[in-house]
């Protein structure tokens, strides 16, 4: 994904104008190169963004580097949900708020003047940016290590190279900023740690079988192997999405359906083989496999 080619850099917006940035205490962010300014995400792209979240009640919604708030204003508006935006500056968040008391939706959606850098994400369901990519990058790993199945959607671009799991583009024919009139909206969600050594048993001719179960991973690009008995054969059809991951395994004359829930270092799930679906449990005994970047196709 060729992010910085898609839109042209906010730079360009600061030459026109659009921003006056204030000046930041150097301790309190990364070496950043390029400060992002001031661009309001338009109307359609805020809708786009929200939906492709899946925004519902119950959210709680995290904007980093909120502008005028229109993000969790609309969200809290609109779905109902609560969230805060930070953005450094102050000028913004008292705008901010104010257009949340005027929206009437003070009580779900706040404001808070602090570093998108020293923001502490634990609370969010879903996450939401319009940041130049190098922010992005330096946000990579806070990100990844969200709740499992927390949602991010990102305006414009991507998180350094960890692929997203949808992409959507806009038309915005009056977009100040970019020669394409046009928006990429991109949606990952934070997918659980399972890379590594997994033990379970599993139904066979002969009762029941120990599979073991070793498993890679690239963000939430998945694949793995399964031992039964003597035999290795290779997972098919892997899907990680938040907690939960599916696969498949064909195992002598049986097809073997996994459906995985995962918390912690532990599986509950169920498989079904023949049309029969069965309880299925596995433990993590090993993670050595957890920081494997080897690229998954
Ligand atoms: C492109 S605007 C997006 C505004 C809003 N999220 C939207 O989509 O309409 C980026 C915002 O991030 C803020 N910002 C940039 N760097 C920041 C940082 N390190 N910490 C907090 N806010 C920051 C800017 O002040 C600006 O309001």
């Given at each position: 994904?060729?992010?910085?080619?898609?839109?042209?850099?906010?730079?360009?917006?600061?030459?026109?104008?659009?921003?006056?940035?204030p000046?930041?205490?150097?301790?309190?962010?990364?070496?950043?190169?390029?400060?992002?300014?001031?661009?309001?995400?338009p109307?359609?792209?805020?809708?786009?963004?929200?939906?492709?979240?899946?925004?519902?009640?119950?959210?709680?919604?995290?904007?980093l580097?909120?502008?005028?708030?229109?993000?969790?204003?609309?969200?809290?508006?609109?779905?109902?949900?609560?969230?805060?935006?930070?953005?450094?500056?102050?000028?913004?968040?008292?705008?901010?708020?104010?257009?949340?008391?005027?929206?009437?939706?003070?009580?779900?959606?706040?404001?808070?003047?602090?570093?998108?850098?020293?923001?502490?994400?634990?609370?969010?369901?879903?996450?939401?940016?319009?940041?130049?990519?190098?922010?992005?990058?330096?946000?990579?790993?806070?990100?990844?290590?969200?709740?499992?199945?927390?949602?991010?959607?990102?305006?414009?671009?991507?998180?350094?190279?960890?692929?997203?799991?949808?992409?959507?583009?806009?038309?915005?024919?009056?977009?100040?900023?970019?020669?394409?009139?046009?928006?990429?909206?991109?949606?990952?969600?934070?997918?659980?740690?399972?890379?590594?050594?997994?033990?379970?048993?599993?139904?066979?001719?002969?009762?029941?079988?120990?599979?073991?179960?070793?498993?890679?991973?690239?963000?939430?690009?998945?694949?793995?192997?399964?031992?039964?008995?003597?035999?290795?054969?290779?997972?098919?059809?892997?899907?990680?999405?938040?907690?939960?991951?599916?696969?498949?395994?064909?195992?002598?004359?049986?097809?073997?359906?996994?459906?995985?829930?995962?918390?912690?270092?532990?599986?509950?799930?169920?498989?079904?083989s023949?049309?029969?679906k069965?309880?299925?449990?596995?433990?993590?005994?090993?993670?050595?496999?957890?920081n494997?970047?080897?690229?998954?196709?």
């Amino acid at each position: 994904m060729k992010n910085a080619i898609r839109a042209i850099p906010f730079a360009l917006a600061a030459l026109f104008g659009l921003a006056v940035l204030p000046v930041h205490a150097e301790d309190e962010q990364p070496k950043i190169t390029e400060e992002t300014p001031y661009v309001p995400s338009p109307k359609i792209v805020v809708d786009t963004m929200l939906r492709m979240a899946n925004v519902h009640t119950g959210d709680f919604l995290i904007d980093l580097g909120s502008g005028d708030g229109r993000i969790i204003i609309t969200a809290a508006k609109e779905y109902e949900v609560k969230g805060f935006g930070v953005d450094y500056d102050p000028r913004l968040v008292r705008l901010a708020t104010e257009n949340a008391q005027k929206a009437g939706v003070s009580d779900r959606a706040s404001f808070v003047d602090q570093n998108v850098f020293k923001t502490d994400l634990s609370k969010a369901s879903v996450v939401t940016i319009y940041l130049l990519p190098e922010y992005n990058a330096v946000l990579q790993p806070t990100l990844l290590a969200l709740k499992p199945g927390t949602r991010i959607v990102s305006h414009d671009y991507g998180i350094g190279d960890w692929e997203p799991d949808a992409q959507s583009k806009v038309p915005v024919p009056e977009k100040p900023v970019g020669l394409e009139k046009a928006s990429w909206i991109y949606y990952w969600m934070v997918p659980a740690q399972v890379a590594g050594r997994w033990q379970s048993n599993i139904p066979s001719a002969s009762g029941s079988a120990a599979m073991e179960l070793t498993l890679t991973q690239h963000y939430q690009k998945v694949a793995g192997t399964a031992k039964i008995g003597t035999r290795t054969v290779v997972i098919e059809r892997p899907d990680l999405k938040g907690n939960d991951l599916t696969f498949e395994l064909t195992d002598g004359k049986q097809q073997l359906y996994f459906e995985a829930h995962i918390v912690g270092g532990q599986i509950n799930g169920q498989l079904q083989s023949g049309g029969k679906k069965l309880p299925w449990r596995a433990v993590m005994v090993d993670t050595t496999n957890r920081n494997s970047d080897r690229k998954i196709k």
